[in-house]
Each structure stands twice: as structure tokens, then as C-alpha cells.
């Protein structure tokens, strides 16, 4: 079974960027508790266009590993309370998900 990266790109408005750094800096991270879960990269991009781009990057040690993060109660508890607070983004975030063909580490 191959690994699976799963990825959320968010368009931060720029007077939100504090504040959209901290829900993901200052959180309990629960992933390490689930099956599968390999690692995570919270990453900031360029600002164009009257944003500042974030990505979240998981990796999983399989899509079905990704899949049970999703149904799990962990997934459930990191969620709680999205989108009820003022609006961090410029839209939802874009989910992409990749399988990962080829892997070269050192």
C-alpha cells in the first residue's frame, strides 16, 4: 500500500493572519494519536492577490489510514467550532489529496 498525502490549501487575509496562525500554532495536535498518521508541515507561501496562502501537509502511512483520521473522534474534536468564529480566509479551504508513487528519503 502506497503512502498518502493530503493537503489544505487556506487563502489568509492579511489582518486575520495572526489569529489564523495561532488556531493552528496554539492547538492540541491529536493527530499522533491516530493509526497510520506519519507526519505534518503547516506551511506559509507567498501573499499575492490580497491574500497570504497557508497549506496544512499530512502524511498518512496509507489512504485507508487518511480515511480513519476522518472518521475518527480525534478528527471530530480538531474541528469542533470551524467557521464559527469571523472569517480568517478568503473562501473554504481546497482540499487536494495525493497518492504517493515514489518516495526518496536519505
Known sequence: MNKYIAMN?????????DAFRSRWLDR???LKTVP???SFQFLKGPEKDGYILYA???VWASYDAFIGWTNSEQFRQAHA?????KPQTAGPPVFEGFEVLQDIEL
Open 56 to 58: 496544512s501537509h499530512t
Open 9 to 17: 490549501r487556506f487563502k489568509v487575509l492579511p489582518e486575520s493572519e
Open 28 to 30: 492540541e495536535v491529536l
Open 36 to 38: 497510520g498518521f506519519i
Open 81 to 85: 467550532g470551524a467557521g464559527q468564529s
